[in-house]
């Protein structure tokens, strides 16, 4: 039997898997059994009420999603009434994503989440920072440490932060929000991009670009993956394009801890149950007792990453 | 920016709803005309328990260039528990509908479902009138069976490009429904001519509630005749859709709400929703 | 008859189609009509004789490939004597693809390129900085503007800059690029990625991390392609996952005036071919006289992009 | 970093070189044994122009989960300007050749070719020995038949797992070539068996030059007894190609060229190379 218990800071989580947020819901509790995942991570909540982006928010492209849904909110005070009490149903751990537009507002929006039933903080710093110009905190090191810092002075809570793959130096991002105080990184939100219909010439999202996610990224992700997990000591959590078991053995070789699925659930609802039940017989195939033990696996002891020829 | 999420939605909850992905066996796949086809699947529950007006979410196969990412969202056009079956029609439009026609008898599929709020039924209403464009005939079929099953009258008005369009015509008549059918080749599918016969169905008295999918002309008119009549309706409304049970906001509509508009999920607060409500697409 | 020219700077190309920097050789000669073809763009080289990265040096994944070629090169004078004489022979103007370590070997290699038979100068910018520990010149608009400056003062022949997609502010670069001289933008190099053999434990890749090209890289470099055309006033070049003219439309729509296929070229020798024909067909069914009327058709007026959504 | 580029390699210039893509037929494609498959193809010219040694780029059908992104490279193992045919002998491997395995009589494809360098066969030899393991006896085929052609003897020494994956013995019989056959099964190809084998065919006064393809070890074997007998050599390599036509700088190897080490490319200045300068992979 391979033991499928991962540590993420302080948390243990029954096994590596959850959903990224924004693609779980309550709605695929009729599916997907809550108890089973190693956590719940919720849609990105903001203090305020907001609407989102106009319509069409999505488009299928080639094995690729890509969205401009925006954070869409009924603000904090109805999660907290509506929300919370149905997953505190389940027993995984639930981890709230947050989002605010400026340092103070993430950390006030942190303060309130110290709540029954909330287990960790995952803040979504891949959203636009008003006091930049609307450029993503996570897009460098220096707002990220100004938001982190605040952030984890106003909780006690275990808190994930959540990068930016839209970034030339996501290891130094990493290392910021490390030495900021996060527990744990979660790599990475959805990768900038636009498509065009060119029979009607309009962009196929209502806001023009949007983020990409699915399969099409994962080799961008998982080097993020990489460089962050070689950046930093504390748990990275990989995300983007992950689908199959397989999917989440890559990511955690390349340094993971454990690994949320997103675009994946809507096209599979049970996704993240096949990765759980893949990811316990492919340790088993392979003689490794705990999924732990994948972490950084990789084999990349004799091979130097020659920085000046990574790019061609 | 679009309008807020609506805080006051009376819908069920995930708690009360028992969608699941199930696999289905095609037992019957044809081509109705040129353009739409029917597909008969074996389905374990609950899948069967389909109410009128719910929808599932299909994956469609890949085939040659044609690989839908996405699920695609279907109306129930027929469930029997009895059989263990659910039936779709649906035009062949772009890469996913394309995907599905290429399913063959034997083919297995996912399909998830049944998923959203249907239509409603007020056992009180002596006599009702559906009006399909379309497609929209796929979702009002179970409907009209609905109704007849609850000694409810049903006229149902088609409207169509020409007569080679006009399906599910033998449907309704079984269920002992007026039909009337009006088409663009001839001219009577022109809106005046529509609100003419819907205003004569009312005089007859036999307007107890509105149902309508398929053209938003349409569903203005009877929003519009239903205002002025006070006759309260349904309307089924389509968006596009990713997950389909309301996880990703993508398929979010605009609706009237008292003095507010609000923004609602087409698969969750739908995809059947208060005609007075709906707004123009 | 639709005029499928395009004018970039001071050049007049006979159509809008031409290789990317690293997917064309004299080898193709075989298969290609080279005199069809808008431009010529010849590998990248360097000043000095260079080794490549160890190898394997690709991988294949979904829809992309990987590589970690780096820039084998056997100096500038290997190149002058027995590339050039063989391009000479075509009549379609001929690119120079150049690359150096530091802003003054650019300008001096770019220096020695004023040579009978080159048409243009591509600064592939793109690759490591030493005097920035190996970053690429293009990830920030300082070290762009100081090569670009350098290289413009050295020559007089037309400068296209190419860009790495691998930074979060392609917009400012390509400002900076153009303010320092460019005459054309090139958008743009592979992106870094990394994938691992699951059953070997391995990097695919000999180096571990290289550069994503093919279709999976489209959307993210049609967003680029979008920013940067809206950003200068020179022509942009896109490049970035191009294999029909579907997808040269596209990025002509979002404001490229001509393109460069690249991984496309490798799975179909002739696709450069199909791509200037499909673009032909296209503007024909769609009643479009100049195929460089497609360039910034997008229809995005009554869209304000919404940089506080763009990412979720 | 790998070695510096070969700047004095004398293959023929592009100029020089005459590939195409062309479309070709399927006209046969049979499993030879269980891992193995046969494909003859109609196709225009110049593929049937192709020369002992020389490959093609084959592009791949996609086959359900199979999506091979790059095309495939592989060794001519027949062409036939007459009949206007080209054939090949591929093992079953991975995403790539699962899908040329599903092509079908009538079915197109598109192949890249003739490219790279065969062999050269000195007419002033007598005799050659041709060494082969697995699919390495494809390569070596055509070059039988070139020799045997130009009056030149051949002894081939088949090496394979066991008698099941011995294959092309018919046609290297009828070019007349003595077949040696060495097994794992039985222990006979070990290398000193090997060797045992080649120094006896010395001694007779057979071993004009060597060739060899499909194994390092016996690569290694050849060099050797090739350095110390002062017998002239080639080897066809291999390696992962994505264009196949000397533009990527994808497949090179190392090869040692007096006393420098140089890098090459397997598909343009290869996939044939002199012997002694070949490296171990
Ligand atoms: C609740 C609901 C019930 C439906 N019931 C039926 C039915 O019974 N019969 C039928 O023929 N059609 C029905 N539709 C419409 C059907 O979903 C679309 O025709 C189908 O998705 C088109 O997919 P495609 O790949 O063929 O077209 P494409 O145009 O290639 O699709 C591209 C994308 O747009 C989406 N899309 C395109 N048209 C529509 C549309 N009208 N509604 C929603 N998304 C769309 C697709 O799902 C896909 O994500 C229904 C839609 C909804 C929302
Ligand atoms: C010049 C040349 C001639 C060849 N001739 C033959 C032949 O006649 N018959 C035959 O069976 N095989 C031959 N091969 C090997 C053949 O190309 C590989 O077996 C084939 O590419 C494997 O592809 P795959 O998708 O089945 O395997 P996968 O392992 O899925 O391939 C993954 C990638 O690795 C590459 N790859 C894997 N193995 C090899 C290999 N041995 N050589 C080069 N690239 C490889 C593939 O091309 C692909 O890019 C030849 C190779 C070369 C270079
Ligand atoms: C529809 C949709 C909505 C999303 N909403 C959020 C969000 O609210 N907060 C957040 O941090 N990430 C959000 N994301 C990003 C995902 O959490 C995830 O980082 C990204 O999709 C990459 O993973 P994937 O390829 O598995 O989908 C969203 C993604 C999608 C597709
Ligand atoms: C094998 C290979 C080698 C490349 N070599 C170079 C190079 O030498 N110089 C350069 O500027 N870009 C190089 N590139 C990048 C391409 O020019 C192009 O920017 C990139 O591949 C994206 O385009 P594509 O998706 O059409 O391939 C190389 C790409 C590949 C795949
Ligand atoms: S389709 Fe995802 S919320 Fe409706
Ligand atoms: S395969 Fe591209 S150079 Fe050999």
């Not at chain 1, 956590?39 to 069409?56: C, D, F, Q, S, W």
């Not at chain 1, 130094?172 to 010439?201: H, K, P, Q, Y």
């Not at chain 1, 983007?240 to 997103?262: H, K, L, N, R």
């Not at chain 2, 709803?17 to 739409?36: F, G």
Request: with cysteine; aromatic share 6%; charged share 20%.
């Amino acid at each position: 039997m391979v033991d499928l218990r991962v540590t993420v800071g302080s948390l243990t989580l029954d096994n590596p898997v959850m959903p990224a947020s924004g693609t779980f819901a309550d709605g695929l509790a009729q599916i997907v059994p809550f108890d089973r995942l190693g956590a719940m991570v919720t849609k990105t909540i903001t203090a305020e009420l907001r609407g989102g982006n106009p319509t069409p928010r999505v488009a299928e492209l080639d094995q690729a999603m890509l969205n401009s849904i925006g954070i869409p909110s009924n603000g904090v005070a109805y999660f907290v009434q509506k929300s919370l009490p149905f997953y505190r149903r389940f027993k995984s751990p639930l981890v709230v994503s947050i989002s605010a537009p400026s340092a103070d507002a993430f950390a006030e929006l942190a303060a309130r989440m110290e709540l029954p039933g909330i287990a960790a903080i995952e803040a979504n710093i891949s959203c636009p920072n008003i006091e930049e110009s609307g450029k993503a905190f996570a897009m460098n090191p220096r707002s990220t440490d100004a938001a982190v810092q605040k952030i984890r002075n106003a909780t006690r809570l275990p808190l994930w932060v959540k990068l930016t793959p839209n970034t030339s130096e996501v290891a130094a991002v990493a290392r910021a929000a490390e030495n900021a105080g996060a527990d744990a990184l979660v790599v990475a939100n959805t990768i900038l991009a636009m498509s065009i219909d060119i029979e009607t010439f309009k962009p196929r999202l209502g806001s023009i670009m949007g983020g990409l996610s699915g399969p099409a990224i994962k080799p961008i992700v998982v080097r993020m993956t990489y460089q962050c997990a070689k950046a930093v000591s504390i748990p990275v959590i990989g995300c983007g394009g992950i689908s199959t078991a397989e999917d989440a053995v890559e990511y955690m070789m390349a340094g993971a801890t454990a690994v949320q699925v997103g675009t994946a659930t809507f096209l599979r609802p049970s996704a993240m149950i096949d990765v759980i039940d893949g990811l316990a017989a492919f340790c088993d195939r392979k003689g490794i007792a705990r999924a732990a033990d994948l972490t950084g696996l990789v084999r990349d002891a004799e091979m130097a990453v020659d920085d000046l020829e990574a790019v061609p | 920016m679009e309008a807020l999420l609506d805080t006051r939605s009376h819908v069920p909850s995930a708690s009360q709803r028992t969608a699941d992905d199930v696999t289905a066996r095609v037992v019957a796949h044809q081509w109705v005309n040129a353009e739409y086809k029917h597909l008969v699947l074996d389905a374990p529950e609950p899948a069967p328990l389909a109410q009128a007006g719910q929808f599932f979410h299909l994956e469609c196969p890949q085939a040659g260039e044609d690989r839908p990412f996405f699920r695609r969202p279907m109306s129930v056009y027929k469930a029997d528990p009895g059989k263990g079956q659910v039936e779709f029609l649906y035009k062949v439009t772009g890469a996913g509908t394309r995907g599905l026609a290429t399913l063959r008898v034997g083919d297995t599929m996912r399909i998830l479902g049944p998923l959203g709020v249907g239509f409603t039924l007020d056992e009180s209403w002596k006599n009702i009138v559906v009006l399909g464009r379309g497609v929209g005939l796929a979702t009002l079929a179970p409907l009209a069976e609905m109704a007849a099953a609850n000694g409810v009258g049903v006229t149902a008005i088609f409207s169509a490009r020409g007569p080679e369009q006009v399906m599910s015509t033998e449907r309704f008549a079984k269920t002992g429904a007026r039909i009337e059918i009006v088409l663009d080749s001839d001219g009577s599918s022109a809106v005046e001519n529509v609100e003419r016969l819907l205003r004569r169905i009312a005089r007859e008295g036999k307007t107890g509630a509105f149902f309508t999918c398929g053209s938003d002309r349409l569903m203005l008119l009877m929003q519009r005749l239903g205002r002025e009549l006070g006759i309260r309706g349904e309307v089924a409304l389509e968006q596009q859709m990713a997950c389909g049970i309301g996880m990703c906001f993508c398929c979010v509509r605009n609706f009237r709400s008292g003095n507010e508009v609000v923004s609602r999920r087409v698969c969750w607060d739908g995809p059947v929703f208060r005609l007075d409500e709906a707004m123009s697409w």
